[in-house]
């Protein structure tokens, strides 16, 4: 029979799939030894049999009630029992953490009778009054589908009306009557009764926390984060502490280091009196950590005592939520922290050295992601700007953009095209798809642990908050610091995520310290840079794959070289046509016999020629793979409707440019509905004579000049869009023809490569032939997906990508992800025949896939020799290669 509910005391950490997160960590903390509430655990499985038949699966009710039973035994109360209730806290806790997602409902066990009991028992009215009104509108809101703002409302109104500025600031009476209020809503919104029956309550909490898995914002956090849809919470009943019983009580949060640098410390938020999530709602301002010391010395050192234990035992950072009830400290949660990357790279190096964990786990623990983001421009500190405030630094990251004030209002303005920075008193889970739309988050207030600082990380958007000199006003779109300046709906501010800064205007941006490091500037002793470079060496010393650049340029080139490169995969020679070099183009496409089509390949040579030599200097003794042209001509005429105009227009005025009436006669000659499928890559070789054996002697004659300055070039000459072996072998001749040529000509003797790349399904089917001719084969996996998929990524993406994502007919867009069943197949598929047909065959990858993290660990997997990407993803495809490593 299946199990349903486990006692903390019976379950750890490694449960979490069963017992959700926090249910796990409770458990473990339990086993531990650590002062937690009893309590039992309702496992995700109970969940999603909940979901999936809309009612509790067969024998849930029976073992809930048997082990609340145990649960009143051991503390020798009943729930809600009238003279001194047992009192249970209902919490919701998936296996993936989802911060303030899900519900929880506190106090369950009060009623109209038992809150009397409570008030004597505790010997404090005013406690069990705020105790109750907690659970009506807690209740009210997440069971009875109550709106919330209700409830928000009548409080606000109870302050203004006996003058109080916080619910401190409420006495006795006035809760009661507060009480009397919530409860009059509940009878009005809902026609009923609040449930006084402590079981029925307990069995609605339950049920609701199971149906909060659906809501709308979880959804959509869970569709952002890439958590799967069927996994279900758990809901964990636990007795209820007590923050709120006076001034030696209070709750709060901590982090056994600071989750935004990772530096070592006391981080974390304490509010005295309170309870639950007064911490992280901003409703009143809370005291750092380290004031507890004075507060509560006792509770102060058992935590710190508690925080490095937990640390030691997790051997990673952890986020702990505790209260104190009249001076006993109460574990409430703990887990393994969410961190900025800054964090991430600084605690792991900081764990290797503390000897609590090895390089391998510390490469583990860091992803090419955090990576990029530490690649991310910051302010240029030099730069002039105008400070406005300060708040804390939750999240880093340099953020230019429009303020706006509404999550609509962003979603409305990012869709328009524009950065912007959502301004915000506090944000809510309501505002996730403002965030997911800012560029930046900036709060007045809340702290380091606020909803705001605690999602802007983990989306890794930048965040300052807390930043309580701002007076918002949310419903005129505007805000205006102490000394009266002022900052409108659309007005451009920049915000500083690393130091808190806020700025008026748009501050210009430069490399971050990171990048900086890597280009072989000093940058001083940075505990964050030495960690990343360490860890960065141990990802090299692991990993299997190679990391090429995909470079055009010898700028470029150079840079990726300094990113670590291991020579360039994909070098375009299309872009070598552009700019002045145009015209020549042109004559060449406008050619009418030999003689003229010979001269403007003769006048492209020597161009072709210094930019082959200096790219190929850049990576002097790494290969440089250069591809022969292969986008369609035409990309390099003007517009069909441009032209046409221009010509008509003239013709009017009686005296067209013949050079464009010839131009728009060769528009309308290369016409094509499908460029894409037309004349392009190899076809051009053929179709044009003279073409390739051009490009061909521009890259072997800068390669011999490079070899008579003492150079080591090493040049690898890639056919595109090749999908018979004929094609291949009809160039490869010409190839070899003029290498024997440049080298009779020059008396040097070069060695290169010649290779295609394998973007056609065809060319994947027959590798095996194909591989008869090439030495290497270069995965062009953007092209291989479109013609796998059979659609062009610039018609769709913008146009059924959406619903494709939404359908879940795939999950990430395999434009950024390789699809690995069907794209991946054909590429698992090449690989296995080339190599069979040639043992030596070198194969790599130059799509963008090369330098997605996921697609890295998939051509790991296939055995490729190689990634190719652009330059600042190279640092990142080092460090998620050498990841695959660990994994294989
Ligand atoms: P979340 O997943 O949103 O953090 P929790 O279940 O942790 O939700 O509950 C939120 C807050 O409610 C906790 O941080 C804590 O302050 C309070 N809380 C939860 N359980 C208890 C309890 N048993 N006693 C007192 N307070 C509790
Ligand atoms: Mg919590
Ligand atoms: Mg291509």
């Excluded at 006692?7 to 750890?12: K, L, N, Q, R, T």
């Excluded at 509430?37 to 073992?63: H, N, S």
């Excluded at 047992?86 to 806790?93: C, D, E, H, K």
């Excluded at 500037?521 to 060496?537: L, P, Q, S, W, Y």
Aim: proline residues 4%; hydrophobic residues 40%.
């Amino acid at each position: 029979m299946v199990r349903y509910v486990y006692d903390f005391a019976e379950g750890s950490r490694e449960q979490k799939d069963l017992l959700g997160g926090k249910g796990a960590n409770l458990a473990e903390m339990t086993r531990l030894g650590l002062p937690v509430p009893p309590g039992f655990t309702v496992t995700t499985e109970a969940c999603q049999a909940y979901l999936g038949a809309g009612r509790d699966p067969e024998g849930l009710a029976e073992e809930i009630e048997e082990h609340l039973e145990a649960l009143e035994k051991t503390m020798g109360k009943r729930l809600g029992q009238p003279d001194d209730p047992l009192l249970v806290a209902v919490r919701s806790g998936a296996a993936a953490s989802m911060p303030g997602m899900m519900e929880t409902v506190l106090n369950v066990g009060l009623n109209d009778e038992s809150v009397r009991g409570l008030a004597r028992q505790s010997g404090d009215e005013r406690f069990a009054y705020d105790s109750y009104r907690r659970l009506l509108a807690m209740y009210g809101k997440t069971v009875m589908g109550i709106d919330g703002e209700l409830f928000e409302s009548a409080i606000d109104d109870l302050k203004t009306r006996v003058g109080a500025t916080t619910d401190i600031d409420l006495g006795a009476g006035d809760i009661r009557a507060l009480v009397a209020t919530y409860l009059q809503i509940v009878r009005e919104q809902t026609g009923r009764e609040f449930p006084q029956d402590p079981r029925d309550q307990l069995g609605g909490a339950v049920r609701s926390v199971f149906e909060s898995w659906n809501t709308e914002r979880a959804v959509l956090y869970r569709r952002q984060e890439g958590i799967a849809g069927d996994l279900g919470t758990a809901v964990n009943v636990c007795s209820m502490v007590f923050g709120n019983l006076g001034p030696d009580s209070g709750t709060g949060v901590a982090f056994t280091r600071d989750p935004a640098t990772g530096a070592q410390g006391i981080y974390g938020d304490y509010l005295v009196n309170a309870q639950g999530e007064d911490v992280v709602s901003g409703i009143r301002n809370t005291v750092p950590l380290a004031d507890l010391e004075d507060i509560d010395k006792t509770s102060y050192d058992e935590l710190m005592r508690i925080m490095v234990l937990l640390e030691n035992h997790y051997r990673d950072l952890c986020d702990i939520e505790f209260t104190v009830e009249r001076g006993t400290l109460w574990m409430l949660q703990t887990r393994v922290g969410k961190r900025t990357a800054a964090a991430a790279f600084r605690i792991a190096g900081q764990l290797v050295d503390q000897g609590l964990i090895d390089l391998d786990e510390a490469l583990r623990r860091v992803t090419g992601a955090q990576l990029a983001q530490l690649m991310f421009p910051q302010f240029d500190p030099s730069a002039d700007r105008t400070l406005l405030t300060r708040g804390m630094n939750a999240s880093p990251g340099a953020a230019v953009g429009e303020a706006v004030f509404s999550s609509d209002a962003a979603v409305e303005r990012a869709a328009a095209g524009a950065r912007v920075i959502l301004v915000r008193r506090e944000t809510t889970p309501d505002d996730l798809h403002g965030m997911v739309a800012a560029t930046g988050v900036l709060t007045s207030r809340g702290g380091k642990t606020s909803h705001a600082a605690v999602v802007a990380r983990g989306m890794g958007r930048t965040c300052v908050c807390g930043a309580d000199d701002l007076d918002v006003d949310i419903r005129g779109h505007r805000f205006r610091t102490s000394d009266g300046r002022q900052v409108a709906e659309g007005d451009l501010i920049s915000i500083d995520g690393s130091t808190g800064e806020v700025f008026l205007g748009a501050v210009p941006v430069m490399d971050s310290l990171v990048v900086r490091h890597f280009e072989g500037h000093d940058t001083g002793e940075d505990e964050v840079v030495a960690a990343v470079v360490r860890i960065m060496e141990h990802a090299d010393r692991l990993r299997r794959l190679a990391v090429r650049t995909n470079a055009d340029t010898p700028t470029d080139a150079a840079r990726a070289r300094r990113f670590g490169a291991q020579g360039v995969g994909l070098c375009r020679t299309e872009h070598m046509f552009l700019g002045e070099r145009r015209e020549l183009v042109e004559h060449l496409i406008l050619a009418t016999d030999e003689q003229q089509r010979h001269d403007a390949l003769a006048a492209l040579l020597p161009h072709q020629r210094s930019d082959f030599e200096q790219v190929l200097e850049a990576m002097d003794g790494l290969p440089v793979t250069i591809r022969l042209l292969d986008p369609p001509l035409h990309e390099f005429l003007p517009g069909f409707t441009e032209l046409s105009m221009q010509v008509a227009v003239a013709e009017v005025t009686g005296r067209p440019n013949p050079r464009d009436v010839r131009l728009l006669a060769a528009v309308k000659r290369m016409h094509e509905e499908n460029p894409m499928l037309g004349l392009r890559g190899v076809r051009l070789g053929l179709v044009i004579p003279g073409l390739f054996s051009m490009q061909t002697r521009a890259i072997l004659e800068a390669a011999a000049a490079r070899r008579r300055d003492g150079g080591d070039p090493r040049p690898e000459i890639m056919i595109p869009l090749v999908g018979a072996v004929q094609e291949l072998e009809l160039v490869r001749n010409e190839v070899l023809r003029v290498a024997a040529d440049v080298e009779a000509e020059t008396g040097v003797s070069v060695p290169f490569e010649v290779g295609t790349m394998i973007e056609l399904p065809r060319a994947a089917v027959t590798a095996g032939e194909i591989a008869g001719a090439a030495q290497f084969f270069s995965f062009g996996t953007n092209d291989l997906t479109q013609m796998t998929w059979g659609f062009s990524r610039d018609d769709v993406e913008v146009s059924f990508f959406t619903q494709y994502l939404e359908h879940g007919i795939f999950a990430v867009s395999p434009f950024e992800t390789i699809d690995r069943d069907g794209v991946g197949a054909l590429v698992r598929l090449a690989a296995e025949q080339g190599r069979a047909a040639r043992p030596d065959l070198t194969l790599g990858v130059c799509g963008e896939h090369g330098g997605d993290p996921s697609s890295i660990h998939f051509f790991d997997e296939v055995g490729l020799d190689y990634v190719s990407c652009s330059p600042f993803r190279v640092p990142v495809a080092r460090l998620e290669a050498g990841r695959a490593a660990l994994d294989g």
